[in-house]
């Protein structure tokens, strides 16, 4: 069966520290993966998609980037983190097609301080 | 406005109450979809439609694709259903969310 795990579940880190967050997925090939960030009072928002290894489309300029070195692995990485990156992350993985279930992991609650 | 409504945004029942969650949409989507969300933050798929009903224990989800419209029905709530539920629409392979509706459900 398809699992996936993202770590870590909680994060505080300064301003200006970097960041990244891995989420993998196992039981399943070529997933396509999302990063999303939930602010405080407010939907989620789609920062990332891959549908591939080495591609990443980008939804929202921010400085947060995305990786994806290998078929089910996805990380979200920022060089210099601001006060405004404080939020819930969510991993999730689909099939990709039009009617494709979404699995979504546990996500990262961070705290930028 | 946002392509994903819900309404309402916050709903407080008595425990064994029927409740409706309701969706509207203005984009096209090739399927809908039901999330629950629990205060730990954690996502569960309840639901994906694309056309007349679904059920799953207490729960179901129906949609009306030419009027842009789903529901999802509770029956005899329990404080346990108290969560975030979530309407996504899916397109062009991804999700458009709705902001959630708050379901709190008291004893």
């Known amino acids: 069966s398809q699992t996936i795990h993202q770590w870590p579940a909680t994060l505080v880190q300064p301003v200006g520290s970097p960041l990244s967050l891995e989420c993998t997925v196992e039981?399943?090939?070529?997933?396509?993966l999302y990063w999303y960030r939930q602010a405080a009072g407010r939907g989620l928002q789609l920062l990332f998609y891959?549908?591939?290894?080495?591609?990443i489309s980008s939804e929202v300029p921010q400085n947060l980037s995305a990786s994806r070195p290998q078929d089910r692995q996805f990380i979200l990485s920022s060089k210099k983190l601001l006060l405004s990156d404080s939020g819930f992350y969510l991993c999730?993985?689909?099939?990709?097609?039009?009617?494709?279930?979404?699995?979504f992991g546990s996500g990262t609650r961070l705290t930028v301080v | 406005k946002n392509e994903v409504e819900q309404s309402p945004q916050n709903l407080t029942a008595q425990e064994g109450e029927f409740i409706t969650i309701n969706c509207s949409y203005s984009?096209?989507?090739?399927?809908l979809h039901w999330l629950q969300q629990h205060p730990g933050g954690g996502i569960v798929s309840l639901f994906m439609?694309?056309?007349g009903k679904k059920k799953h224990g207490r729960l179901i989800a129906t949609i009306n694709i030419q009027e842009k419209h789903s529901s999802l029905h509770i029956t005899a709530s329990h404080p346990r259903d108290s969560a975030v539920y979530i309407c996504?629409?899916?397109?062009?392979?991804?999700?458009?969310f709705g902001k959630g509706t708050k379901l709190s459900v008291k004893p």
């Open positions: 999730a993985w689909s099939a990709g097609t039009a009617v494709s279930g979404y699995t």
């Open positions: 039981g399943t090939s070529n997933p396509n």
């Open positions: 891959s549908v591939g290894i080495g591609q």
């Open positions: 984009v096209g989507i090739s399927a």
């Open positions: 439609l694309s056309s």
């Open positions: 996504a629409g899916g397109s062009q392979g991804n999700l458009i």
